[in-house]
């Protein structure tokens, strides 16, 4: 998967994807067990590009780069590599990229009694009510996230 850079906003940087078809890796019918081993098949299954199952809609899909902690209880580490598409709507619970008075930020998007919060998954960071005086927009809907486990 190529990235194309297109910006460095804080602690996010954007990227698009290229438009380019990636390589088809062997995917193995059988899931592999996450409790006790089973019996392997020995067989592939198929074969999968990796971009055709992370993004839906090209047109309306870029990436983005993670730089600190707030999103860790999430499973989005510093340095994760975020799929975002910006033609999905943003719901109560969704995480998103968002601006918030000229700063991007990744948080989950929290509705309560007609209040709007952008809450970050650690407890070490509050919450951010948003309110109608803020500059506020969501850039996208973070549909997959990309990194090397820990």
Do not use: H
Not at 12 to 39: D, H, N, Q, R, V
Not at 45 to 53: A, P, Q
Not at 115 to 128: A, G, H, S, T, V
């Amino acid at each position: 998967m190529k990235l194309k850079r297109i910006s460095k906003s804080g602690q996010l940087t954007f990227y698009t994807p290229e438009a380019t078809k990636g390589p088809e890796i062997p995917l193995f019918s059988s899931p592999t067990s996450a409790g006790f081993p089973s019996p392997a098949d020995d067989y592939i299954e198929t074969r999968l590009d990796i971009s055709k199952m992370l993004i839906k809609n090209p047109d309306a899909t870029y990436y983005v780069r993670v730089e600190g902690e707030s999103m860790k209880d999430a499973g989005i580490n510093n340095g994760a590599l975020l799929v975002v598409d910006r033609s999905l709507d943003p719901k109560n619970n969704s995480i998103a990229i968002c601006s918030i008075n000229g700063e991007f930020t990744v948080k989950r998007i929290t509705i309560r009694k007609n209040e709007l919060y952008l809450k970050p998954e650690n407890d070490q960071f509050k919450p951010i009510k948003v309110t109608e005086f803020d500059n506020f927009m969501v850039w996208g809907v973070v549909t997959f996230i990309i990194q090397k486990p820990l």
